[in-house]
Structures are given as C-alpha cells and as structure tokens.
C-alpha cells in the first residue's frame, strides 16, 4: 500500500502561479512512475504530467501547453507540479498517482494508488 497526500491547491487569480506536492510516507514510492491527472466537473480525468522512477524522464499531457513543469526528490518522496500562467480553464481537482505504468500512461484505471486530490480554483 503507498499513501499518497497531495498539497499546494487552493484559489488564485488567472496569470499567477502554484505548486502541487505529492508526499509519501513509503520507501516504495520511489520504485514507481508518477503521474499528476486533473479532473474538473462533468468532464473526465486527464493526465497533466508524468515523471519516471528516477525522474530522469517526463512527459506533459497533448493538452499542457507548456505552462506546467513536474519534478521529483528521491530524497524527500515528494513530487511537484509547478503550474504557471494560471488560467480559469486550468480549475479542477488534481490527484497524483502512481502505478508500475509506463511514463506518460494516460489510462487513468492502470494506476493503482491514488491520493485524495487537491482543489484548484482559478478566478479573479
């Protein structure tokens, strides 16, 4: 079992900036590939970004238009999602999951652990 708690959301004005953690307790987090999906009301989960065991290796959803950046510390079991140039459409609950998945796997029923999500608002 890998616990996953997410942190970092909440409301922000269009054009500003969050970052996103993903935390775990577990010494096996590190063996997994890691993902960040979004969900926002009536539409269905999307992958926003996806980094590899090592983070040597990551991958951004067709729809992320460059304004994200996911990194890794092996050390601390954490992975962030740094979103830039918030826009409104950008508002949605965002999970982290992790899974033995390929980088980038888009299929969210191929994870197995997810956390319990993170609120992001986006509005003036």
């Known amino acids: 079992q890998v616990q996953l708690v997410e942190s970092g959301g909440g409301l922000v004005q269009p054009g500003g900036s969050l970052r996103l953690s993903c935390a775990s307790s577990?010494?096996?987090?590190?063996?997994?590939?890691m993902a960040w999906f979004r969900q926002a009301p009536g539409k269905d989960r999307e992958l926003v970004a996806a980094?590899?065991?090592?983070?040597?290796?990551?991958y951004y959803g067709d729809s992320m238009n460059g304004r994200f950046t996911i990194s890794r510390d092996t050390n601390k079991n954490t992975v962030d999602l740094k979103i830039n140039s918030l826009e409104p459409d950008d508002t949605a609950v965002y999970y982290c999951?992790?899974?033995?998945?390929?980088?980038?796997?888009?299929?969210?029923?191929?994870?197995?652990?997810w956390g319990q999500g993170t609120q992001v608002t986006v509005s003036s």
């Open positions: 980094i590899s065991w090592s983070g040597s290796s990551q």
């Open positions: 577990e010494r096996t987090f590190n063996n997994y590939n």
């Open positions: 999951a992790v899974g033995l998945v390929a980088v980038g796997e888009e299929d969210a029923s191929r994870y197995k652990y």
